[in-house]
């Protein structure tokens, strides 16, 4: 495998030296521009078909942006980057403890939002970045070499994940949010010993109660139940995480009330629970899958509305918390929604989390109001 190595050159000897060995010392040939012949194109050129020709491209990002180009407006390595992000796996490495120029903070935001985008890592020294590059090259073999991904069979499972709502039960609570994240290449992730191990679920549900995306209320009790391979934990809330061999999980988030008696969705509840489901699910992903062998992700989300009639913000409820006007026309079962296309590279649950939240939110809105 071909993989180029991007970075600024001056100053930037030594790690690019560290990115070199790394790629050698797993079989690979690395590409840098350093080793291109004198020839009739120029150097911006000839990185750039460089990259063209490349397998995967190691990005490694400091604290300076380097010279811009007259022609894009863009430096060098951005450049690069642009070129490679649409056509073959990025995985980018940020140096720790410099203060970045503002060109560059700009870089790496726009390079960690990128749901298609890997992140390597951070790293302080030669030494760290070499590890750091020798694990996520070693990562992104073992992923890929598991199985293809089959996206549309991903897609199949995680909406399979979302309950269909029982319209003849009206629970002591109110609408769920239901978020499914699904993995692949498809593989087992947790073996029967382990899903069946008590202090997995002990460990889970401690998280799910006490951690910084809390679900759970420690004020109700809570069961467990492992059928089939599929572990599952839930409170009368209707809370709940669901766990399975293949790495699926699907997280159910109360959504709070609106003020008033009109049973509508609040869209800002609706967000904050999204936002807490995206997060227990990529803790849970971490916990069962650290070595990241499912390398991308399909997501789905539904909400089961328990009587709930329409949609409005906090300022309509609060303008007019008793009275509303519904449409009747999309009131039979709504069908779950998902991204098209459906998957995402798996780092996007870490570094796009927030507009994957925006975006399904909008998704829903678009069945309620």
């Not at 020294?125 to 990562?139: F, G, N, Q």
């Not at 498809?186 to 998280?207: H, K, M, S």
Request: glycine fraction near 8%; charged fraction near 25%.
């Amino acid at each position: 495998m071909k993989i180029f190595i991007s970075s600024l050159v001056r100053g930037f000897e030594d790690f690019r030296a560290a990115a070199v060995a790394a790629v050698r010392s797993l079989g690979h040939e690395p590409v840098t521009a350093e080793t291109f012949p004198a020839g009739v194109s120029s150097p911006r050129v000839a990185c750039l078909e460089g990259v063209r020709h490349a397998d995967m491209v190691v990005l490694i990002l400091g604290a300076r942006y380097g010279r811009v180009q007259p022609v894009s407006g863009l430096s060098a390595t951005h450049e690069e980057y642009r070129e490679a992000k649409d056509h073959r796996p990025v995985i980018a490495f940020v140096q720790e403890g410099v203060e970045q120029e503002r060109a560059q903070e700009e870089f790496v935001r726009e390079v960690k939002d990128w749901s298609g985008g890997l992140f390597g890592g951070d790293f302080r020294t030669a030494e760290e970045l070499r590890d750091a590059i020798t694990r996520a090259i070693h990562r992104f073999e073992l992923s890929a070499a598991a199985a293809p991904v089959d996206a549309g069979e991903m897609l199949a499972r995680a909406l399979e994940l979302i309950p269909t709502e029982n319209h003849n039960i009206i629970r002591r609570g109110g609408p769920l949010l239901h978020l499914a994240v699904v993995g692949g290449p498809a593989q087992t992730i947790l073996r029967p010993v382990e899903i069946e191990r008590p202090d997995f679920a002990r460990g889970l549900l401690r998280e799910a109660t006490y951690g910084d995306s809390a679900l759970f209320d420690p004020a109700h009790g809570s069961e467990s139940n492992l059928a089939g391979g599929t572990l599952k934990l839930s409170q009368e809330t209707g809370a709940t995480i669901v766990v399975d061999e293949r790495g699926s999980v699907r997280v159910s988030v109360p959504i709070a009330s609106g003020t008033g008696m009109v049973g509508a969705l609040i869209e800002e509840n609706v967000a904050d629970a999204l936002g807490r489901a995206l997060t227990q699910s990529a803790q849970i992903l971490a916990k069962i899958d650290e070595t990241e062998r499912l390398s991308r992700i399909v997501v789905a989300a539904g909400i089961s509305s328990n009587g709930a009639m329409g949609w409005r913000t906090r300022a309509e409820d609060a303008a007019s918390p008793n009275s509303m006007t519904m449409s009747m026309f999309h009131q039979g079962d709504r069908e779950p929604v998902h991204f098209q296309p459906p998957d995402r590279a798996r780092a996007a649950l870490s570094f796009d989390r927030e507009r994957m939240a925006e975006d399904l939110v909008a998704l829903l809105r678009r069945q309620w109001s």
